[in-house]
């Protein structure tokens, strides 16, 4: 089975935007941890090295763990007048709280 994951334009965009002139932040990493209101919750951070279960997406990088639960998901970013976050569109996802960061599946 392909595990796949999409990035928007605008995701890439701002990955490419935080990631360059750091060299602390080569990489945007995406996790999924237990806990969270509904099960799971998803983890956005940045890195400057590649573990050895993790699979390279261009400059996103995310462990197989990981990317069991999320494959198929699309990646976007938004700008919103609350604020702005990346946003994970995850069809294996069977409920999610409000803040969009906690799922169950």
């Not at 392909?2 to 360059?20: G, H, L, P, V, Y």
């Not at 990493?29 to 940045?46: A, E, M, Q």
């Not at 699979?55 to 938004?78: C, E, H, P, R, Y």
């Amino acid at each position: 089975m392909i595990k796949k994951i999409e990035f928007t334009d605008r995701a890439k965009e701002e990955i490419e935007k935080i990631i360059s002139g750091d060299q602390f932040k080569k990489f945007f990493r995406i996790s999924v941890k237990g806990g969270g209101c509904s099960g799971f919750k998803y983890s956005f951070s940045f890195d400057d090295k590649i573990n050895n279960q993790d699979i390279v997406f261009d400059k996103a990088v995310i462990d197989s763990t990981s990317l069991d639960i999320i494959s198929g998901s699309t990646i976007d970013f938004k700008k919103e007048m609350i604020g702005e976050s990346f946003v994970i569109n995850n069809p294996k996802a069977s409920s999610s709280c409000g803040c969009g960061l906690s799922f169950s599946v």
